[in-house]
């Protein structure tokens, strides 16, 4: 490991790479594919062969270490709380436990059930474009709408309930999508648990146990857990669930809207090619830039030897606009052709939402290139929210 500070250091925790990290990616992996970045003490793996083969590899550790830094001894409590309670997150947790709280609720995730969903998601879809009027419109907010909206019933949580979920889901969100955790927002999460645990044991365990709607019944296993799993379950897939879907959606659309494609009017006829524009923009835009891992022994990564404890993040938003794994990596082609992107994982975490994720995705997409035709939007502006390993939008404004 080098003392010397490498050429990127300060850019990858710039504004401008909060805005847009792709360029600072691109300049990473032309430096070095692995690189060691002193100020968040990590190595950063961009090429897509390397972030493929490394997602898989079972000795590497998802538990992303310590949140723990220069933290005055009285925001110790608070930071340490938050630690602990990500730290038993299915994601960040290597079996049993990972394991354990996976096979819980599997049989939710399959296609089956996904596609006893894709009538609603079709439903929430169809309602929210023939609400949205003429003059300027954000459809940011319509995709979170959506997106929310349909996690928030997978989970057994009533629509009424959905504004308040989602903000309380955006505070534990607010707590990861940092380089360093500190203490105001870590008190803000730590709240957000407590009243989270409290909605779970009241409102949505009580209909997962005497199902309001059959299709909640897969999710049985999670009632059957202890009181902190079931709440680490229900909290990642809360915030795992509505920012990721919101974000592709924006992203599929900004995209289209942007350009003069005369894809809209191909996708209205074509679930083939709207499948592939949902893959696109899962491709163009990974919704999660980082996938966190810790070596667990002596590891080659390309050309370095990492020692155990190492702390490695795996940029699957990088991997996914390499050169050597797809043409023109930085344009948006919805009919492409190429290797699968990664922003789902690989291996033993691939995102147990997957299937769901881009179902709802699809439906939305086709219901758009129907209100499209129909509506004839006016491409404004898009405009991105900062943030450190998410792509999250603020705005996406058009004009009916
Ligand atoms: C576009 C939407 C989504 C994207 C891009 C996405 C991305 C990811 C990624 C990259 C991982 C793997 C992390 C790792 O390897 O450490 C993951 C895991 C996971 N995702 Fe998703 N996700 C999405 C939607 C969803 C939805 C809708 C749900 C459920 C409602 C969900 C639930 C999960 C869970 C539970 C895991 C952890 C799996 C494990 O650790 O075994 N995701 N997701």
Redesign the pocket.
């Known amino acids: 490991m080098t003392a010397i500070p490498l050429p990127y250091d300060d850019l990858l925790l710039s504004e401008g790479t909060a805005l847009n990290p792709y360029s600072t990616f691109a300049k990473l992996r032309a430096y070095d594919p692995v690189y060691w970045h002193a100020p968040t003490t990590s190595w950063y793996v961009t090429s897509y062969d390397l972030v493929a083969t490394m997602?898989r590899e079972r000795s590497l550790s998802?538990c992303p270490g310590d949140y723990v830094g220069d933290q005055q001894p009285e925001d110790l409590p608070a930071v340490k709380a938050m630690e602990k309670f990500f730290n038993s997150w299915?994601?960040f947790s290597d079996p049993p436990n990972?394991t354990k709280l996976?096979e819980s609720v599997t049989s939710a995730?399959t296609r089956r059930v996904a596609d006893s969903w894709s009538g609603y998601a079709r439903e929430i879809a169809v309602k929210e474009f023939a609400r949205l009027g003429s003059g300027e419109i954000d459809l940011a907010d319509l995709s979170l709408r959506i997106a929310s909206r349909f996690?928030c019933a997978?989970?057994g949580v009533p629509e009424e309930d959905d504004e308040q979920v989602r903000l309380w889901s955006n505070e534990l969100i607010a707590c990861l999508s940092t380089p360093k955790l500190n203490a105001d927002r870590a008190r803000v999460g730590v709240r957000a648990i407590e009243q989270l645990g409290t909605y779970l044991d009241t409102r949505v365990l009580p209909r997962i146990r005497k199902p309001v709607d059959d299709r909640l019944l897969p999710l049985k296993g999670m009632a059957d857990l202890d009181h902190d799993m079931a709440l680490a379950l229900f909290t990642?897939?809360l915030t795992?669930?509505i920012d990721?879907?919101a974000?592709?959606l924006t992203t599929a659309l900004e995209r289209l809207l942007s350009s003069d494609h005369q894809d809209w009017t191909r996708m209205a006829s074509s679930p083939e090619l709207t499948d592939k524009a949902v893959e696109e923009a899962?491709r163009f835009d990974?919704?999660?830039h980082f996938?966190p891992r810790t070596t667990t022994e002596s590891i080659q990564i390309g050309d370095h030897t990492l020692s155990e404890g190492s702390r490695v993040v795996l940029v699957?938003a990088a991997a996914n606009r390499d050169p050597l794994a797809y043409q023109s990596p930085d344009e948006f082609i919805p009919s492409r052709e190429g290797p699968s992107h990664l922003?789902?994982?690989l291996?033993?975490?691939?995102?147990?939402?997957?299937i769901?994720?881009r179902m709802v995705?699809r439906e939305a997409l086709q219901e758009a290139s129907r209100w499209v035709q129909s509506s004839s939007p006016m491409y404004m502006s898009g405009e991105r929210m900062p943030a450190f390993g998410v792509s999250t939008w603020k705005r996406l404004s058009i004009l009916v």
């Open positions: 997602l998802a299915m994601v990972q996976r995730f996690t997978v989970l990642q897939l795992g669930g990721p879907v974000s592709s899962l990974a919704p999660f996938v699957i922003s789902f994982g291996g033993r975490h691939y995102c147990l939402g997957a769901l994720a995705l």
